[in-house]
């Protein structure tokens, strides 16, 4: 099998299509491990990278005022068991662009595989970015992922991340976005995570609201059983007048997990407004037994109530 | 089945945090008939409910509960509803991320569009406007409610324990419930109605009052729901240690 069809599958099993990565009206992005397996562009939108030692180097830039009808697909992978990858991408939406992302990473096989990413964003003055990104991190356990995005959202802006790992074990998670909103922009930062094990989940979600009537929303959805442990800090600022912000963050704790929550609302004009809501626990007893006076067992109940949470 | 008897009751007592919630309940309900339990709030109602499906923190201190000669006293819920039990709560749960569609085929043994469909029309709800919805907050309190009892119709249980399945329906709405509760028994469920409101014991073959943790009567509905119109009075609440003296009529 190729490397190019290898990645594929793991792609599918993370929950992509590969349909979109052969389609030539699609852009799309194919990194395997430091290499780049496929790449096409569409027009009003540019893909550029480079090969590092340990890693790729890309580059996309929408063209101001281009609307993609169909969202981008990015395939990052590793197949072998172990190694290191280290993605480092810079994102240019211009001034009223719309660009939907949906990447899907993806690590059959890990049993020790670091995966960087370090990614820097701009979303140009009225522009839309969203980017959906959906990890498989395999069975095993040995995956550490370090997710780092660094956004700015001009003027008029929308930015919304989500990031997934809900189906396989985590491993070591450690995400950190921070996302800088200008004057009526919009941020919106959603994190899910299932963990189980000995895995060790990490959430940083930080918007900075500095314009006036920005803004923004950090949301975690993260549930640990057996040993896992997860700490989320969803920090949202209020640095204009009428900046509108929110962190909200829901965690589901079974077996010997711990989970700690840390809203962080600060604001710096009396004219802004942040809220925040955090809650952690075990599932929800009337939830788990109104599914079990449907005939499911306890296990099957629990499961069906966090997923639901993690949709 | 034990002498033509679904679900029987007997003696069941059950105490809660020192404080005596069910004294001595006994009742039988038949197959396809409709059971109504009246009783003011805090008469133990719901704790009946809640102990017959087996929730956790219910477990009967004596007495037990047979369901098609079968003990079931210290059943687990799951064991409960795969026997054909279910409960539809009075305030229903709230499912973060879970669709009606997918909530609606939970229950059912062999789930298809056509049959999701059917339990929403049975509850006055479109499935076009439903099906796709979450059983979450963006729903209000009406139209959960509903969902949960077109639940508990797709489930096509023997016995369907309802707690005030008319509570936060509007006055209006309230035939759309007495209808469904007909048609569970007509096609094979037998109901066990728990209300307070007196109207809604028309819909039943036999109604029971309950107060103070205690069955006082089990009649035909008219006889019992004059009773309760005429001679009910505020509930001693199960906390309540009885008065001196002893046993008295509390309606």
Redesign the interface.
Known sequence: MSDFEAILKAYERSGGNPRFLRSSRVASLVVSGNRVLGANEIAGIHLTSEQLPDGVRVKVVVEPGVKLDTPAHLCFGVIPAEGIQRILSKFEIGAGAKADFIAHCTFPNARSIVHLMEAQIHVGRNAQMKYSETHYHGEEGGAEVLPKAQVIVDEGGQYAAEFTLTTGRVGKLDLDYVVNVDAHGVAELTTKAYGYGTDAISVKETIRLNGEGARGLAKARIAVRDQATSQVIGTTEGNAPFARGHVDC?EIVRDKAVANAIPVVKVTDPRAYVTHEAAIGTV????L??????????ETAVD??I????? | MQNGYLLRVENLHLQRQEKKILRGVTFEIAPWQVFALLGRNGSGKSSLAYTL?G??GYTPSEGRILFNGQDITHL???E???LG???A?Q????????KVKDYLA??MKEPSREKMEAALNAVALSPLSYLERTVNDALSGGERKRIELA?VYA?RPRLAILDEPDSGIDVLSLDDIARLIRRLAAEGTAVLLITHRNEMVSVADVAALMCAGEILRIGEPQEMRDYYASRCQPCITVEAVEPPGGEYERL
Do not use: N, Y
């Open positions: 829901i929800d007893k009337k939830e037994e109104t599914l079990m006076a449907r005939g499911l067992d306890e069906v109530i997923r639901g949470m993690l949709q | 499906m929730c956790a687990s819920i799951t409960r509803a795969r039990i279910t409960l709560w305030e229903p749960a709230r499912f973060e991320g879970l939970l229950g639940a489930m």
